[in-house]
C-alpha cells in the first residue's frame, strides 16, 4: 500500500510536469507508474513488443523537425453525420459509432463503452496549444448514453484525455480498463471509481456477454519528457453476442499481431483500424500503419468488415487531411478488396450489426 501511494504521488508530480517538455528519448531511472515482475515485455523499467526498438535516436528526432513539411489542413472539416445512439442495444446486437479521431462509441450486450473517448478541443496537456480538432464530436456529450465502461488503449495525449475522463466519472461512474501503468495516471488525474489495469494477455468480463481481451500492438507510450514506455499499450478484442470486434488505437505493423487474433478468436466480425498520421514515412513507419498496410492487416485478420479511424480530426503529421482515405481506397483496389468492406469513417458514422435495439 505504501508503494502504491508512492508510485501515485510521482505520478501526480511527474505527469503534469513532464508534459511540459514534450517527447524525449531518455528517461529517469525507474519508473513512475508501474512496480511489477520483468517480463517478455517488461524490463524492469520500461515495456517493449519483444523483437522491435522504435526508439529514435536524438539526431532522428532532430532531421524529422528540420525536415518535416506538414500539408496545410482546413480550418473546419466538419463532417456530415452526427449520431444520437439509442439507450442500449440488447440481443445480438452490435452498433459502433466514431465520435471523432480514434474515439468510439461501442454498443453491445446491454453495455455502452467508450473507448479512447476525448471531448477536449486539443489533442495536448495544455490547452492554449496543440492540436485542435478541426470538427466536433460526432456524438455531443450530452447525447452519450449511460456509460458502463471506459477502455483505454494507451496513453498519448489523443487517446487519454484526462478532462474528459474527469466529465464521465462526474456523469456517469463508470468502471475504467487501462493496460499495466496507466491507472496510476488515471488516479493522478483525479479518477476516484473503479480502475482494472491488466497486461497483455489478460481479459476482463465487461458483463455477462461481453469479455474484453488485451492484445499486443506494435507502439509505445509517454506524457512527456521522462516517461517512455513507462506504461503499456494495448489493442482491444471485445467479445460481443455479434461477434469478435477487434480494436486498435495505434499500431506499427507487424503481421503476427493480426494473424494471432485470427488464430485466438476467429475472424473478427469488425475491425476498427487507424489509417492516418503516417508521414513522413520513415519516422513515422514503425509506430504508425498507412492505409496500404491497414489493407494488408484487414486481410491477415480475416475480419469481415473495417472501419478506419484516427485520421481528420487532429493534425498529428504532415500528410493532407483526406489523404488517408483516397489512399485507403487506392489501397483496397489494388488487393481487389470492395471499398464497403473498409470504410473510412467521419465523426457520427455509425456502423451495425443485426440485432434488438432498445432505447
Known sequence: MVRMRRRTLLAAIAVPAVALFGWMRTARAGNFYYDGPVSDHFDGTRFFLPGFNIDKTPSEVMRWNLTRSPAAWPLAFPSPFADSPPERVGGRGLRVTLIGHASFLVQTGGLNILIDPVYSERASPVSFAGPRRVNPPGIEFDKLPPVDWVLITHNHYDHLDLETLARLEARFQPRFLTPLGNDAILRAGGITGPVEARDWGESVALGDRVRAHLVACRHWSARGLMDRRHALW?????????????????????????????????????????????????????????????????????????????????????????????????????????????????????????????G
Open 234 to 358: 494495448c489493442a482491444f478484442v471485445l467479445e460481443t453476442p455479434a461477434g469478435a470486434h477487434f480494436h486498435i488505437g495505434d499500431t506499427g505493423y507487424h503481421k503476427p499481431i493480426f494473424t494471432g487474433v485470427r488464430e485466438r478468436f476467429g475472424r473478427p466480425r469488425l475491425l476498427t483500424m487507424p489509417i492516418g498520421a503516417y508521414e513522413p514515412r520513415w519516422f513515422m513507419r514503425a509506430q504508425h500503419v498507412d492505409p496500404e498496410e491497414a489493407v494488408a492487416a484487414f486481410a491477415d485478420c480475416g475480419a469481415s468488415e473495417a472501419i478506419g479511424h484516427h485520421w481528420g480530426t487532429f493534425q498529428l503529421t504532415d500528410e493532407p487531411v483526406e489523404a488517408p482515405r483516397e489512399a485507403l481506397e487506392r489501397a483496397l483496389a489494388a488487393a481487389g478488396i470492395a471499398a464497403d468492406r473498409f470504410r473510412a469513417f467521419r465523426p457520427g458514422q455509425v456502423w451495425q450489426a443485426g440485432g434488438a435495439f432498445s
